[in-house]
């Protein structure tokens, strides 16, 4: 939390991975608890494979809609370069999750820039904290790789300032109301997301 | 987006910029609306189209989507167009006279300037609008000021019987707030009344007319002196004192919560006595306002002491990271380490590759771009649309692009100016379906009329793809995907003079007959056009086929399938070898994103040794790790 009473939490990745699903639901469950959030992107063309970064910011009032480097109380990464791209929007010492999925660009397929060869190093090296997992792997054990994004939330569930549940009703509630055949596999999305995050949490520990 | 719709009076609701408008167009009983799509400003319309009792369309270019609200607002209705802030360029031919004959119908007109350069070919600012055209500028700070500022816009529209330029940016547009929403009030057309002195706009009419502009600027400025939508904010700390507007304003809160502010949310004509007298309140002024100083100068001009672009930049956006060390600095302060004091130098970025868009995975521009970056001796005009990234990586193929349409017009000067050692390149422009029907139609009967040397590839995709896919009328569907009668893009051409002989019509997946094509009409001194014809893969027209995989014993390495450009190919290896010629080339061995790729085959195409397949579909799919 930050001394202004506002929460920030950025959540990262590339454009087409549900990224901003992510944060406007993360959104939802504040607002149901009665914050006011604001939420926006930088997603030049996100459409097209290009960096994404949501930012959401929720408390008793908030202004400004931009998370700036250096504050973020939690950053959450899609993608393990994107992840490592944005990390130093997080406050000195916070906390990292991410996928450590890698989803190469043209550009490094083409020879011009080479991926970097260890992200989660990278961003320790830099004091902060990270749980890193498979999402991917996750949702695709689970059926559909689209179940990524519910994974993911489910790693955050036991890091906001709201309780777990709050989360888990945003999610179903969207499911519920357009595709109620995906409510409980989302639910063991989020249950695999929460038990990920557990087990990084502790291998943390074993790092560290 | 659709659960927009239902929602109930006073719910709260967490919209984007561009959601809270629309709900404000309905309820303010808005009858006509009408857009061209352009980033930021795209969903206004999308949104305002699932509403019932509004007539809603997709137009084909700015400049006819405020005609239609124009036509609706004489005939007493209450009418809205929203464009992105080039697409006002289009429009600002009927602006310009707008505004002496002015509306009986509420019309507001939403811009949206895409400060930062998002997805933009440039950066300006459309506050420039209001005082060329004589117009008031409302500008929001938020979600809910853009809610309550479009319903006000078309009550005081009315009242002065003046059309309403709603000043939006990227960070108002798609940033999602909390708004609460209201009820319909439903708004009868008044009725078109015949008055050719005020709608038909002669000479000797518009001169007559010049005077009332003047006088409704004085009244304007007299309303902009005393509206609630100008706000000041006390503060203890007077060293500085700040007058802003748009998103600007919410990040001189958040940055500088003790200092007295001053809120323009009609912040043209600008309210002069109003911030006159605040400015005598503090030590200093300083102007914070994205992008140009428009109100800086006017202060200025009335004698008015203020700072402003001397110590903050002139292109981008003005959050806390920009205001506070600019701030600091005027005022003798050591420099702030990042938001809060952190107690070490604002965080450095990580080293880490650019990932700039890129085309789509099976996308029909792919054989485009791949078959025009094997050809030699040309210069290729590009076009604003998706296509627009074949200047990228590993294509490299478009030399030119400006604006909307511009591809034809530049494709005959390029030829018409051609210098003497150019005489044997060949000119090709690169334009699609929308872009063509928005501005390119009149590029194409120009080089026609004029006798140019110009292949022409019209990418016909069915869709605007780079705004989301929204429909033209190249799609033969509405904006409510309502049937409607499809441009048929191969008698239009002919109709404008191009010869039968010269327009084929091509599958961009076949890349042999594109080849072929392309190069047999370059070499043809006249006017060709080619189009392409298979649907964007992110419209439903598009089919999925069964995915490809690449047999790793076959690969050897050529690389000729990552020339296509399709972001399912990923290398999975590099090799040095060494030729018999001597020459050292690189080999680079692929591998296919099976769960990405949609079979669209362009890859196997130039594959030689035959090592892309047909996937096995009874296996697991499997995600390609490097």
């Known amino acids: ?208 | 987006m659709a659960a927009v719709m239902p929602a109930p009076s006073n719910a709260r609701l967490l919209l984007s910029g561009n959601e809270a408008v629309a709900r404000a167009v309905w309820e303010a009983g808005c009858r006509v609306a009408a857009a061209y799509p352009g980033t930021p400003s795209t969903e206004m319309l999308e949104v305002i189209s699932t509403y019932p009792d509004i007539y809603a369309e997709w137009s084909v270019n700015e400049k006819v989507s405020l005609e239609v609200a124009i036509g609706a607002a004489f005939a007493g209705s209450r009418s809205f167009c929203a464009m992105k802030h080039v697409g006002m360029n289009v429009a600002s031919d009927a602006l310009m006279t707008l505004t002496l004959t002015g509306v009986v119908g509420g019309l507001v007109i939403a811009i949206a300037d895409d400060v930062g350069l998002s997805s933009s070919q440039n950066e300006q600012d459309s506050r420039y609008w209001g005082r060329f055209a004589h117009l008031p500028v409302f500008e929001p700070a938020d979600s809910q000021e853009a809610y309550e500022m479009t319903k006000l816009a078309f009550d005081f529209s009315e009242k002065f019987q003046v059309p309403v330029i709603l000043r939006m940016t990227t960070r108002i547009n798609h940033v999602k707030g909390l708004v609460t929403v209201g009820e319909r009030v439903p708004h009868a057309a008044t009725g078109f009344k015949k008055e050719p002195a005020r709608w038909v706009m002669t000479p000797a009419g518009a001169g007559k007319r010049i005077p009332l502009m003047f006088e409704r600027d004085k009244a304007l400025r007299a309303d902009a002196e005393s509206s609630p939508l100008n706000l000041i904010e006390n503060g203890k700390d007077k060293r500085v004192g700040f007058v802003s507007s748009g998103p600007a304003w919410m990040h001189v809160r958040e940055s500088f919560p003790d200092a007295p502010a001053l809120k323009l949310g009609f912040s043209c004509p600008v309210p002069l006595e109003k911030i006159r007298a605040f400015a005598a309140t503090v030590d200093q002024l300083v102007v914070v306002e994205e992008v140009e100083p428009l109100i800086e100068t006017e202060l200025k001009a009335a004698g008015i002491e203020c700072r402003g672009k001397d110590i903050l930049p002139r292109q981008g956006e003005l959050a806390p990271n920009v205001l506070k060390p600019a701030i600091a600095k005027l005022l003798g302060e050591p420099e702030p380490q990042g938001l809060k004091p952190l107690g070490r130098a604002t965080p450095v970025p990580a080293s880490v590759f650019p990932r700039p868009p890129t085309m789509c995975v099976a996308c029909p521009h792919l054989g485009v771009y791949y078959t025009l970056s094997q050809l030699k001796n040309i210069t290729i005009s590009g076009d604003i649309g998706c296509y627009t990234l074949g200047a990228g990586h590993p294509w490299n193929a478009l030399d030119t692009t400006i604006s909307m349409g511009a591809s034809m017009g530049i494709a005959l000067g390029l030829d018409k100016g051609r210098a003497d050692a150019d005489k044997d390149k060949r000119i090709l422009a690169v334009i699609g379906d929308s872009t063509f029907l928005h501005m390119g139609m009149q590029g194409l009967l120009d080089i026609v009329y004029n006798g140019g040397n110009v292949t022409v590839l019209l990418l016909d995709n069915r869709a605007v793809g780079m705004t989301g896919g929204q429909a033209n009328p190249g799609s033969g569907k509405g904006i409510h995907g309502q049937e409607t009668p499809r441009v048929d893009f191969a008698k239009l051409v002919e109709s404008l003079g191009v010869k039968k002989e010269r327009i084929h019509v091509v599958d961009p997946y076949q890349l042999p007959v594109l080849f072929k094509t392309i190069r047999e009409e370059i070499k043809v001194p006249e006017v060709s056009v080619i189009i392409t014809d298979q649907p964007c893969v992110l419209i439903d027209d598009y089919k999925k086929q069964q995915p490809f995989e690449v047999i790793d014993d076959k690969c050897t390495g050529c690389g000729n399938c990552v020339d296509v450009g399709c972001p399912a190919i990923h290398v999975m290896r590099r090799e040095k070898v060494v030729k018999p010629s001597g020459k050292e080339v690189e080999l680079q061995f692929v591998n296919i994103e099976t769960t990405a790729c949609t079979g669209c085959g362009l890859c196997v195409q130039p594959c030689a040794p035959e090592a892309i397949v047909h996937a096995d579909l009874t296996r697991p799919m499997r995600l390609v790790r490097h």
């Open chain 1, 1 to 208: 939390m930050s001394d202004s009473n506002v929460t920030n939490i950025l959540v990262v990745g590339i454009g087409g991975q549900g990224v901003m699903t992510a944060t406007e639901i993360l959104a939802e469950a504040a607002i149901a608890l009665g914050h006011d959030a604001k939420k926006t992107e930088v997603a030049g063309m996100a459409q097209r494979g290009g960096v994404v970064s949501s930012h959401l910011r929720f408390g008793p009032k908030v202004l400004s809609p931009q998370i700036m480097a250096g504050t973020a109380d939690l950053l959450v990464g899609f993608e393990s370069a994107e992840t490592l791209r944005w990390c130093h929007y997080l406050k000195p010492g916070g906390l990292v999750l991410m996928n450590t999925a890698r989803l190469v660009p043209p550009v490094v397929d083409l020879g011009l820039y080479d991926y970097p060869d260890d992200p989660i190093a990278e961003i320790r090296a830099r004091g902060y904290r990270v749980h890193a997992f498979d999402a991917m792997a996750i949702a695709l054990d689970l059926g559909d790789i689209r179940l990524g994004n519910t994974v993911m939330l489910g790693a955050m569930a036991g890091h906001l300032p709201f309780p777990p549940e709050v989360l888990l009703d945003a999610i179903l509630k969207r499911f519920s109301a357009r595709k109620p055949h995906m409510v409980e596999v989302n639910r063991t999305a989020f249950e695999a997301g929460r038990a990920a995050d557990a087990a990084a949490t502790h291998s943390e520990e074993v790092v560290a």
